[in-house]
Structures are given as structure tokens and as C-alpha cells.
T-cell receptor, first 113, second 111 residues
Framework: SQTIHQWPATLVQPVGSPLSLECTVEGTSNPNLYWYRQAAGRGLQLLFYSVGIGQISSEVPQNLSASRPQDRQFILSSKKLLLSDSGFYLC????????????FGPGTRLTVL | SQQGEEDPQALSIQEGENATMNCSYKTSINNLQWYRQNSGRGLVHLILIRSNEREKHSGRLRVTLDTSKKSSSLLITASRAADTASYFCATYTGGGNKLTFGTGTQLKVEL
């Protein structure tokens, strides 16, 4: 069966520090991968998606970047965190793009102080 | 406003009662999905209903879709305290990879 992992589960970082969140998927090949951010009490905002290694699409201009160095690894990064980067970050995968069910990881709670 | 908007924003019921949540959307869709999120956790897929379907069941869940009104409803029958969570509808927009979520309905089921 397929599983998706995210780490760390929680993170507290000072403003201006770098960020690296990792997501890995097991049990499937060539998944579509997604990064979302969820503000408190709100819906999800799609940040990035990837249909293959090295292929990243950005949905909104921001202080973050994403990379996919391996087929089942998706990394969310920042060189300098802002207060507004605080939130709940969720990684997800799907088999197909555009119509398919997405499967979510447990999320990372990021607090920027 | 967002592609998917849930109504009501919050719902509190007693265990054993039915809970109904509604979702409205704006553009044409291939399918509409419902997800559940327990507090501080990831989302869990509940059910997917295709644009050519009008009703779908899964256990205690019943989803309806009215494409003429661009709306969907999620009914949870005989609710349990464990159903306490936020529920989101989601649709793919513009034929792309973007799954757009509404702001969700927070359901609280009290004993």
C-alpha cells in the first residue's frame, strides 16, 4: 500500500532563517506531488505541484520554492522565512493529474517567530 | 469568493443526528470530492462524485451533486463523536492540476 511521510511534524523558526520541509511517498511510482499551505481556520492553498522529477509548477508568487530531486521526494524550501510563512503545510500525491483523488500526509506545523 | 464554498461554516449536533453540509462551486467540473480533516491532521479523502452522477453512497455518507445548480451536499447519517472534524469539498478547475478547496464546514458532534 502507499504511504506518504512528512517531517518534521512541528517546527519553530526565527524570521530570516532557512527552511526545508521534506515529503516522501512510498509504494507508488511517478506520482504527482503537491504542496499546500493552510492558514488557521481556512481552506488549503496550493503552492506547488510536480508531475515528474525536476518539473515544478508554482501557483502563487511567494517566499518559498520547491524541488523534486527524486521520483518520490518533494522538498519545500525558503532561504529566509517571513512571519507570514507560518502555517500548516501539507504534502499530497495523486496517480493522475487533473481529475484524481489526492492523498495527504500528516502535515508540518510551522511557526515563524 | 472561492470555487468551492461550504455552508454552514460551523455545525453542532447531537450524536445520532444527521449532519448535512453544502458546497457550491462556480465553473464546470469533471468531479467533486469531499475530504475530512481532524484537528491538526492531514486531509482524508471521503468520496468522489463524477459530473454524470447525481448521488453516491459510502457507508454512512451520502453525497448528491446538482450540476445545474453547481452544488453538492454531504449527508452524514447517525453521526458519532468521532465524526467531529472539518469537511471540505474540492474541485479541479480549468482542466489543470489545481484542486481547489473551500474553507470548510466545522462539524462538532456532541455526546
Amino acid at each position: 500500500s502507499q504511504t506518504i511521510h512528512q517531517w518534521p511534524a512541528t517546527l519553530v523558526q526565527p524570521v530570516g532563517s532557512p527552511l526545508s520541509l521534506e515529503c516522501t511517498v512510498e509504494g507508488t511510482s511517478n506520482p504527482n506531488l503537491y504542496w499546500y499551505r493552510q492558514a488557521a481556520g481556512r481552506g488549503l492553498q496550493l503552492l506547488f505541484y510536480s508531475v515528474g522529477i525536476g518539473q515544478i509548477s508554482s501557483e502563487v508568487p511567494q517566499n518559498l520554492s520547491a524541488s523534486r530531486p527524486q521520483d518520490r521526494q518533494f522538498i519545500l524550501s525558503s532561504k529566509k522565512l517571513l512571519l507570514s510563512d507560518s502555517g500548516f503545510y501539507l504534502c499530497a500525491w495523486s496517480v493522475l493529474a487533473g481529475t484524481d483523488t489526492q492523498y495527504f500526509g500528516p502535515g508540518t506545523r510551522l511557526t515563524v517567530l | 469568493s472561492q470555487q468551492g464554498e461550504e455552508d454552514p461554516q460551523a455545525l453542532s449536533i447531537q450524536e445520532g443526528e444527521n449532519a448535512t453540509m453544502n458546497c457550491s462551486y462556480k465553473t464546470s467540473i469533471n468531479n467533486l470530492q469531499w475530504y475530512r480533516q481532524n484537528s491538526g491532521r492531514g486531509l482524508v479523502h471521503l468520496i468522489l462524485i463524477r459530473s454524470n452522477e447525481r448521488e453516491k453512497h459510502s457507508g454512512r455518507l451520502r453525497v448528491t451533486l446538482d450540476t445545474s445548480k453547481k452544488s453538492s451536499s454531504l449527508l452524514i447519517t447517525a453521526s458519532r463523536a468521532a465524526d467531529t472534524a472539518s469537511y471540505f469539498c474540492a474541485t479541479y478547475t480549468g482542466g489543470g492540476n489545481k484542486l481547489t478547496f473551500g474553507t470548510g464546514t466545522q462539524l462538532k458532534v456532541e455526546l
